[in-house]
C-alpha cells in the first residue's frame, strides 16, 4: 500500500485524481497508513480545484468589457461562464435539435397491439431513489435560473444558497417573511414557482427546510439571546425599527445555517449518492475536510515532477466566489433519470389539462398552461399549496402525514438510469429547446468539453458509447466525425463504461464525464463559496449555529445528513431504525440488499403513519 502511495505523489491530471479516489476509497482506505489519507486527499482536492479557473475567463454574453466594471462575481443576473471557448464552427450544418433529441435522447418506447404506448424504464443501478432527484432539482433550482427572454443570462445566484426557498432579491425575500422580531419564515412556504411544476416531493423537502429555517430561528433567539443584545419579540410589537432589525438578524443567521445544512446533503447524501457510492458505504468520494485550509505548494499539480516538494506548505485558495457556466447548465439536465411515478405525474397532469395524451407536439405554451390548470398558483406565496395539500385554516401548516407520505413514496420510486435514450418523451421539448439553447450560448462540442476536464478526447462515436444502435445513429447525424458531437447529446446519450467511476480495472483512465464533471463542479462550488469555508466559523455563525451543522461520520448514515433534517420537521414519521430515515435517496429495496449481512437493527419498511389528530 505505501508503494501505491508513492505512485500517487508524483501523478497528474486525470491519472490522479482515478488513482487518488481509488485508494480514499473504502477498502483500500482502511488499509492505508492514516497519516497518508491527509496528503493524499489533499492532492486530490488541489488537483481539482486548480483545475478550474477561479475567476473563469470568460463570460458567455459579454462581448465588451463592462463600462462601470462593477461585476460582482456570481450575483444573480449576471451572464453565465463560459468554462471553454469554443473552436470555429464547423461548415457543415448540424442537423436539427428535434432530429438529435429523436435518436440519441428519446427514452424507448414500445406500442401494443391497440397502439398503447409504453416507457421503457431502466431503473437506476446504483439503486438511487426517485427523492435524489428531487433533491436535484433544488440544487440545480438553487443555481440556475435562465432568463426567458436572454438565456444568456442567469437570474439567480450562482451560491448554494436555497434559493428557491429565499428568493432572488429583497422582495421576493419579504414575500415568505412575517417580521414578528423572530427571523422567521411564514409557515410552510416557499418563493420559486418553478418548483410547483416538478413532481411533488422537491416542493415536500422545499416545505421541510422552511421548517428547518424556523427550528434554527427559534435556537438561536432562545440561546443567543443575550450574547447577541436581542430583546422578547413581544415587547418590540410597538417598535417597527428595532423589531425588524432583530428580525432581520436572526432571519440572516438562521439562513446561513439552514444553507450549511443543505450543503451538507448535497456533499454526502447526494453527490455521494450520484457518484454510485451511498450503497455500499463510500458516500462523498473525498475527505470530508475537503472545504477546510489545505496547504499545498500553490499550484501542486506543477509539482509533479519533484515529489519531494509535494509537502510544502503554501495553500490551496478557497472562498473566491463562484459564477456557474454555460456547460454545466447543459450537464445537470438529468431528464433521462425520471422515475416512472414522475413520468406518470407529469403526463397525467398535463394529460388532464390538454385533454390529450399524445406528447409528441407539446409547446412550452402547453406546458404552462396544464399547470397552471392542475395548482393554479396563488399570488400570495403564503398561501400556496401543491399536490392538491391543504393548508390548515388556523395555522396555515400542511398536514405532517401529507408531507410524509410525499417523501416516502419518492423513497421508494427507483430513478432511472443516466442513459442514452433515457429522456420521457413528455419531456421531450425541454429537452429539444435545451439543445437549441446550447447552441445559442455558444456552448463547445463533447471532446472540447472532456478536454478540459483533463479527460481523454473520444476517438470514435464506439468509443464514447459502446451500444453500437446509439454510436451508429451519433455517427449519422454528425458525418462520422467525433469531434463534432455537441455537449448536450454528448453527456445526456454517453455511455457508462462498467459502472462509471467503480470501474478502473480494465480501462483506468475512462471515467463518466457527467460523473467527472459533477464532481469538479461541487467542489468548486462549495470551497468557492466563503460562507462554507473562510467565514464558515463560530463567530459568524454562533455557537448554535455552528454546532447544529456539524457533521458526524461516524453515523448509521456513514457520515450522510438528510435525516437530520427530516427528523428535525417531521418528528413523528421518521423513526430512529429505518432506513427511510437514514438512505432515503436509495429505495429500501437496494438498501435491504446492502445491508444484507448487518441487517440488525433496521426496519426496511414504510414507517407507520400516525394517526391523524
Ligand atoms: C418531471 C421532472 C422535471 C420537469 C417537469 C422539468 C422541467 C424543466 C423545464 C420546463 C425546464 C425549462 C426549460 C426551458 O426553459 O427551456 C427545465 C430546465 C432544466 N432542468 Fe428540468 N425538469 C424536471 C426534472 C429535472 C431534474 C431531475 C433535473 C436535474 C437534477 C433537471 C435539470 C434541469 C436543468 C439544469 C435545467 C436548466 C435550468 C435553467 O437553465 O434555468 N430537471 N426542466
Redesign the pocket.
Known amino acids: 500500500m505505501a508503494e501505491l502511495t508513492k505512485l500517487v505523489i508524483p501523478l497528474e491530471g486525470q491519472k490522479l485524481i482515478v488513482l487518488a479516489m481509488l485508494l480514499l476509497n473504502g477498502p483500500y482506505r482502511k488499509a492505508l497508513a492514516p497519516d497518508l489519507v491527509r496528503p493524499i486527499n489533499d492532492k486530490l482536492v488541489a488537483v481539482i480545484y486548480e483545475r478550474m479557473p477561479h475567476p473563469p475567463r470568460n463570460f458567455a454574453a459579454q462581448d465588451f468589457r463592462s463600462v462601470d466594471g462593477a461585476d460582482r462575481l456570481g450575483a444573480a443576473y449576471m451572464p453565465y461562464a463560459q468554462s471553454v471557448i469554443p473552436g470555429p464552427p464547423s461548415k457543415v450544418a448540424l442537423p436539427s435539435p428535434q432530429e438529435v433529441f429523436d435518436k440519441l435522447m428519446l427514452r424507448e418506447q414500445t406500442f401494443d397491439a391497440d397502439g398503447k404506448r409504453t416507457e421503457k424504464v431502466v431503473d437506476n443501478p446504483d439503486g438511487l431513489s426517485s427523492l435524489t432527484?428531487?433533491y436535484?432539482?433544488l440544487?440545480?433550482?438553487s443555481i440556475?435560473?435562465?432568463g426567458?427572454t436572454d438565456?444568456k443570462l442567469?437570474e439567480t445566484s450562482s451560491f448554494f444558497d436555497l434559493s428557491p426557498l429565499y428568493g432572488d432579491d429583497i422582495e421576493e425575500q419579504l414575500s415568505v417573511r412575517n417580521r414578528t422580531g423572530r427571523g422567521l419564515l411564514a409557515p410552510d412556504c416557499f418563493v420559486d414557482d418553478r418548483i410547483l411544476?416538478?413532481?411533488p416531493a422537491a416542493a415536500a423537502l422545499l416545505v421541510l427546510f422552511n421548517r428547518n429555517h424556523n427550528h434554527i430561528a427559534g435556537e438561536l433567539l432562545k440561546n443567543e439571546k443575550e450574547a447577541r443584545g436581542w430583546t422578547d419579540p413581544v415587547l418590540l410589537q410597538w417598535d417597527t425599527r428595532r423589531r425588524n432589525k432583530q428580525d432581520d438578524e436572526i432571519f440572516e443567521l438562521a439562513r446561513l445555517v439552514n444553507c450549511v445544512h443543505f450543503v451538507n446533503i448535497v456533499i454526502t447524501d447526494y453527490v455521494g449518492g450520484v457518484m454510485g457510492r451511498t450503497r455500499d458505504g463510500g458516500g462523498w468520494p473525498l475527505n470530508a475536510e475537503v472545504f477546510d485550509k489545505i496547504n499545498l505548494p500553490d499550484r501542486a499539480i506543477t509539482y509533479a515532477d519533484n515529489p519531494s516538494e509535494f509537502l510544502m506548505a503554501t495553500h490551496v485558495s478557497r472562498g473566491d466566489g463562484n459564477l456557474v457556466s454555460t456547460e454545466f447548465?447543459t450537464l445537470?439536465?438529468?431528464?433521462a433519470?425520471?422515475s416512472e411515478i414522475?413520468?406518470k405525474?407529469?403526463e397525467d397532469i398535463i394529460a388532464a389539462a390538454l385533454n390529450r395524451r399524445d406528447f409528441e407536439n407539446l409547446t412550452?405554451e402547453d406546458?404552462i398552461r396544464a399547470f397552471r390548470m392542475a395548482q393554479p398558483p396563488h399570488e400570495d406565496p403564503k398561501q400556496r399549496t401543491f399536490a392538491r395539500l391543504v393548508r390548515n385554516p388556523e395555522t396555515n401548516f400542511f398536514d405532517d402525514n401529507a408531507l410524509a407520505k410525499l417523501i416516502f413514496d419518492a423513497t421508494e420510486a427507483p430513478a432511472g438510469m443516466f442513459r442514452a435514450n433515457g429522456t420521457p418523451l413528455v419531456?421531450g421539448f425541454?429537452d429539444v429547446?435545451?439543445i437549441q439553447?446550447a447552441r445559442d450560448v455558444g456552448t463547445c462540442t463533447m471532446n472540447e468539453f472532456r478536454e478540459w476536464l483533463g479527460l481523454p478526447k473520444y476517438t470514435s462515436f464506439e468509443e464514447w458509447n459502446k451500444n453500437s444502435k446509439v454510436a451508429a445513429a451519433a455517427s449519422e447525424l454528425y458525418g462520422g466525425e467525433i469531434d463534432r458531437l455537441e455537449l448536450y447529446p454528448g453527456l445526456h446519450a454517453e455511455g457508462i463504461l462498467g459502472d462509471g467511476l467503480h470501474d478502473y480495472s480494465s480501462e483506468p483512465l475512462r471515467v463518466n464525464t457527467t460523473r467527472n464533471g459533477l464532481l469538479l463542479d461541487a467542489v468548486t462550488l462549495i470551497r468557492g463559496d466563503r460562507f462554507f469555508t473562510t467565514a464558515f466559523n463560530k463567530e459568524n455563525y454562533t455557537e448554535t449555529g455552528f454546532a447544529d451543522v456539524q457533521r458526524d461520520i461516524t453515523n448509521r448514515a456513514y457520515g450522510g445528513c438528510v435525516h437530520k433534517v427530516l427528523m428535525r420537521t417531521l418528528p413523528n414519521h421518521f423513526p430512529e431504525d429505518s432506513v427511510y430515515t437514514w438512505f432515503p435517496m436509495t429505495t429500501p429495496a437496494e438498501m435491504k440488499k446492502a445491508l444484507a449481512a448487518n441487517p440488525e437493527g433496521w426496519s426496511f419498511d414504510r414507517p407507520a403513519i400516525p394517526p391523524a389528530k
Do not use: C, E, K, Q
Open positions: 432527484f428531487a436535484g432539482t440544487v440545480i433550482h440556475f435560473r435562465s426567458l438565456p442567469n411544476f416538478l413532481p447548465n445537470y439536465r438529468w431528464h433519470v425520471l414522475d413520468v405525474w407529469t412550452p406546458y419531456l425541454i429547446r435545451g439553447r
